[in-house]
C-alpha cells in the first residue's frame, strides 16, 4: 500500500498543506491520510486544465489514443487499485476489482465511441453543419458508493469531447481516485486531468469557481440542488446524477422462487449502496409470504465481513453517517410495526456492519418506504391492485429506475412503460452498460451519463453554415 497519496495537479504530484483522515468502514480506524486542498491549489488545478485545454481539444486522435492507454492501465493493475478501493469503500476485493476492470471497459467504450459531424443541409444555396464542440474546463465531484467508476463515467466523454477536467471525489473515498491521478499521469498530458481533495468546503469552492464551464456531479439531491444554485449565477452547464428510491413490482404471475435471486441481488447489490438499486418491492397479496420467505433465505445466507476475507459476499456500510441512517430508518420502522423477517439490526464489533435486512408487514407512509435507505435493508409491501401499486411506486419525487417482474415478458413492458423513471427494467435490475444512457426523472437528475448521450452532454452544439454564393 503507498505510504503518500498525493493529488495530481498539471501532471506533477502534489502534496497539501493539511491531510484529513481516510477510516477504514471494516474496523472504523483511520487506515490512510488524504491531502486536504487549499485554496490555492484548486486555483492551481484549475489553471492548469485551463491552460491544457487548447492543445487537448484540436487533436481528437491523440485523445482517443490516450483514453485506450489509459483503459490498458485500469486492466493491468485493476487487483492494485482494487485493494485501495476495499480499504476505504468495504466492498468485497472481487467486487472492487472489477469496479476498476469497469472503469477500463468505460474508457474503452468512449475511445471508440464516433464524435459526428452532421450535414443538415447541402444544396445550390450552402453546406450547413452541426458540430459537437467542447465546453473547455469540467468540474466532476464523485460520490463514495463506486468513487472509481463514477469518476470514469465523467472523465472518459469529458475527455473524448476535448474538455479538460479537475476532479473532486468523496471525502470518505479520496484514496482510489488520487491512485487513478496518479497512474495516468504517464499517459495523459499535464493538466488533462487533475485530481484534488478535501471536503464540502472544496467542492463549494469548486462549483462556484470563475473557470469552468460544465459541472457533472453524482451524489444527493439535496446537495445537488446546492451545485445547480451555485452554478447559475455564471450559468455554467450541469449534468446531475442524484438519488432514487427505485421501485420493483412484482405481477400476480412471477414465480417467488425463481425471481427472489435476481430482487436480492437488485437489492443489496454493494451492500444496497447503489443509486439505482431496488429500495423498495411490491407484491400482489396470494404471493406475499412466498416472496418474503424467499428474500428472507437470501439474506439470512448472505456472508458479511471484512472485504479483504475471502468468500466475503457484502462488506460494511460505507460511512459511519450513512450506517447511522439505516440504522435509524429500520428502528423506525420496527417501531411502527414492520416485521423484519431477516436481520434488522447492526453487527456487534467494530466497523460499520448491518444485518442484511428484510422488514415485511410494512406500507407506504413508513419513512424506509418513503425515504432512499441506501444501504442493506428492503422493504417488502403487500398491493391487492396493479394500478394502486403504480402508483404507489410513481408517488415519490424520485424517478431514477424500476423494475417489473412476471413469467409474461411482454406485459411487464407495458407496466413497466407506466414508471415514471429514466431506467425501467424486465424481469432483471441494474443492467447497466456504457452505451445505455443513464439518468433520472423529477428530483433524481438533470441530463444522463453514459452512450452517445452522455458524450453530447459535455459539448455544445455549434453550427457552421458555409454560404455558395
Request: negative net charge; contains cysteine; glycine residues 10%.
Amino acid at each position: 500500500m503507498p505510504e503518500n497519496f498525493a493529488m495530481t495537479i498539471d501532471g506533477a504530484a502534489v502534496d497539501a498543506p493539511a491531510t484529513f483522515g481516510v477510516i477504514n468502514p471494516a474496523t472504523g480506524e483511520v487506515a490512510e491520510r488524504a491531502p486536504d486542498a487549499s485554496r490555492e491549489q484548486l486555483d492551481a488545478a484549475m489553471a492548469a486544465a485551463q491552460a491544457a485545454y487548447p492543445a487537448w481539444r484540436r487533436d481528437e486522435s491523440a485523445r482517443r489514443k490516450a483514453l485506450l492507454a489509459a483503459a490498458d492501465v485500469m486492466f493491468a493493475r485493476s487487483e492494485e487499485i482494487g485493494r485501495i478501493l476495499t480499504l476505504e469503500q468495504g466492498k468485497p476485493l472481487a467486487d472492487a476489482t472489477m469496479e476498476v476492470v469497469g472503469a477500463g471497459v468505460w474508457l474503452k467504450y468512449f475511445a471508440e465511441l464516433d464524435l459526428p459531424r452532421e450535414v443538415i443541409q447541402d444544396d445550390d444555396n450552402a453546406v450547413v453543419e452541426v458540430v459537437r464542440r467542447p465546453m473547455g474546463v469540467v468540474a466532476a465531484i464523485t460520490p463514495w458508493n463506486f468513487p472509481l467508476l463514477l469518476a470514469v463515467w465523467k472523465i472518459a466523454p469529458a475527455l473524448l469531447a476535448g474538455n479538460t477536467m479537475v476532479l473532486k471525489p468523496s471525502p470518505f473515498t479520496p484514496l482510489s481516485s488520487l491512485k487513478l491521478g496518479e497512474v495516468l499521469r504517464d499517459v495523459l498530458p499535464p493538466g488533462v486531468l487533475n485530481v484534488v481533495t478535501g471536503g464540502d468546503e472544496l467542492g463549494a469552492w469548486m462549483t462556484a469557481h470563475e473557470v469552468p464551464r460544465k459541472i457533472s456531479f453524482t451524489g444527493s439531491v439535496a446537495t445537488g440542488k446546492r451545485v445547480a444554485a451555485a452554478a447559475a449565477p455564471d450559468l455554467k452547464r450541469v449534468t446531475l446524477e442524484l438519488g432514487g428510491n427505485d421501485p420493483a413490482i412484482l405481477l400476480d404471475d412471477a414465480d417467488p422462487a425463481a425471481v427472489a435471486p435476481k430482487l436480492f441481488g437488485g437489492a443489496f447489490q454493494n451492500n444496497g449502496q447503489v443509486c439505482s438499486a431496488i429500495k423498495r418491492v411490491y407484491v400482489p397479496e396470494a404471493l406475499y409470504g412466498d416472496v418474503v420467505d424467499a428474500l428472507a433465505a437470501q439474506a439470512k445466507a448472505a456472508k458479511v465481513g471484512d472485504g479483504m476475507e475471502e468468500g466475503v459476499q457484502y462488506g460494511p456500510i460505507n460511512n459511519r453517517p450513512q450506517y447511522e441512517r439505516v440504522s435509524e430508518l429500520v428502528a423506525d420502522a420496527l417501531a411502527g410495526g414492520a416485521r423484519a423477517a431477516a436481520g434488522g439490526r447492526p453487527i456487534d464489533g467494530p466497523g460499520y456492519f448491518f444485518e442484511p435486512t428484510i422488514l415485511a408487514d410494512i406500507a407506504d407512509g413508513a419513512r424506509i418506504v418513503d425515504e432512499e435507505q441506501f444501504g442493506p435493508a428492503l422493504p417488502i409491501i403487500k398491493y391487492t391492485d396493479l394500478d394502486e401499486a403504480l402508483a404507489r411506486a410513481n408517488g415519490t419525487h424520485f424517478g431514477l429506475s424500476g423494475s417489473v417482474w412476471s413469467a409474461d415478458a411482454d406485459r411487464a413492458a407495458e407496466v413497466a412503460a407506466e414508471l415514471e423513471c429514466g431506467t425501467a427494467w424486465v424481469n432483471t435490475h441494474l443492467a447497466l452498460a456504457p452505451h445505455q444512457p443513464f439518468g433520472g426523472f423529477k428530483w433524481s437528475g438533470v441530463g444522463v451519463e453514459n452512450g452517445p448521450w452522455g458524450l453530447y452532454g459535455f459539448t455544445e452544439m455549434q453550427v457552421i453554415h458555409r454560404s455558395k454564393h
